[in-house]
C-alpha cells in the first residue's frame, strides 16, 4: 500500500503546494513530507482531515493506494487489468478539478 503517494498525487493535481497542503490540515510540512513518502503513518484523525481537505473520500484514497503488492498473487492478473480504469474513472469523479 502506498497511501504517501496517493495523497502526494491528488495534492498536485490540485495544484496544492506541500506547505499549503500542511497548513491547510494544520500539521506541519515536515510531518507530511514523512507521510508523503512513507515514512509515517498518520493516525486515523489525520487521514480523515486530510481525505476532506483533498475533497476525496478516505475509502477512495485507500484504493488508489493499492499496489500490486497488496493483491495475493493468484488475483494480481485481474488486478492490474481493471485497476487503471477503476483509478482513471475515481480521477474523474474525486479529483480532478
Request: proline share 5%; glycine share 2%; net charge neutral.
Amino acid at each position: 500500500m502506498n497511501l504517501g503517494l496517493a495523497i502526494k498525487s491528488i495534492r498536485k493535481q490540485k495544484g496544492l503546494k506541500q506547505n499549503q497542503f500542511a497548513e491547510l490540515c494544520d500539521i506541519t510540512q515536515a510531518y507530511l513530507s514523512q507521510i508523503e513518502n512513507n515514512n509515517k503513518e498518520p493516525n486515523l484523525s489525520t487521514l480523515k482531515t486530510i481525505s476532506n481537505k483533498l475533497e476525496t473520500p478516505l475509502p477512495i484514497l485507500f484504493f488508489l493506494s493499492i499496489d500490486s503488492n497488496d493483491i495475493s498473487p493468484e488475483k494480481e492478473d485481474a488486478f492490474n487489468i481493471i485497476a487503471p480504469s477503476v483509478k482513471s474513472l475515481i480521477n474523474q469523479f474525486f479529483t480532478i478539478q
